[in-house]
């Protein structure tokens, strides 16, 4: 398969990474829950890197699916119920520190049909900041997740609808100002940051490859009207790996070195 992702199915395959995320960010990522352990399991979670103290997640909760933002010292908050085999694409912006709609929770099966959920900053969720990162697990440990995610990437400010949805329809990153720290899986469980942020990720030991969300590449041509796949429209986008097609995006004399257009593998 073209697109690849990261495949958990045991404790201890999740990933932990540095952060220096203040009051607004957004963090963009596919997901998938592959068997429903009929617990919390986790998609992604921040701390500080202190126990559970101001740990917050975006977790399945104790029916295996249904999706919540979770907090130390916070209320659960409701976003969708998970249908167990289903790709999911996910931005999840704070616009600030607190308030009954800080947290924007952008979801759908495709990203040019997303709906948004306003919930509350509330616990760990209205923290001032976060140092870690951690995908696949929480800070409560126990909470892993039984499935799959897809390019990870965090920016340090809140991005808008247009953003989100070019975002969370290719692997590389569109947008590079304000970019924080991107993990493509493209190639399956990978520990680097390909931001150039040096913030690369310990962890992953038995984390293995699979298949990711269908039709959406590494990166789209820049010649696309849209920039990203429509109903019943053909895949044209181009994705740069070895045997690509002749699309490839053609790098100027002198132009700076981007690692978004050569993935890893490629």
Known sequence: MPEQA??????????????????????????????????????????????????????TIFDGTALNMTAQGGTDQSIHTMAVGTWYCYAVTRTAQSGPTALRVHWGTAPDALTLVEVAATGGWGA??????????????GEWLDGDLAFVKIYTRPLDESEIETELSQYAPGVTTDLHAAYSFWDGPSNADLSGNGRDLAGGSGAATDAGPVGIPYLWSTTETHPSPRAGAPVVGVSVRAGAPERAPSVAAGTPFNPFLYPQGA
């Not at 960010?25 to 890197?49: E, K």
Request: proline residues 1%; aromatic residues 12%.
């Open 6 to 59: 990261v495949r958990f199915d045991a404790a201890g395959e999740d990933y932990v990474g540095p952060l220096a995320l203040g009051a607004t960010f957004t963090i963009l990522l596919w997901a998938r829950v592959a068997a429903d352990r009929d617990t919390y399991s986790t998609i992604f979670g921040l701390d500080n890197n202190v126990g559970t103290l101001g740990a917050c997640t975006m977790q």
């Open 128 to 141: 001032a900041g976060y140092s870690q990162l951690r995908l696949g697990e929480s800070a409560w440990s």
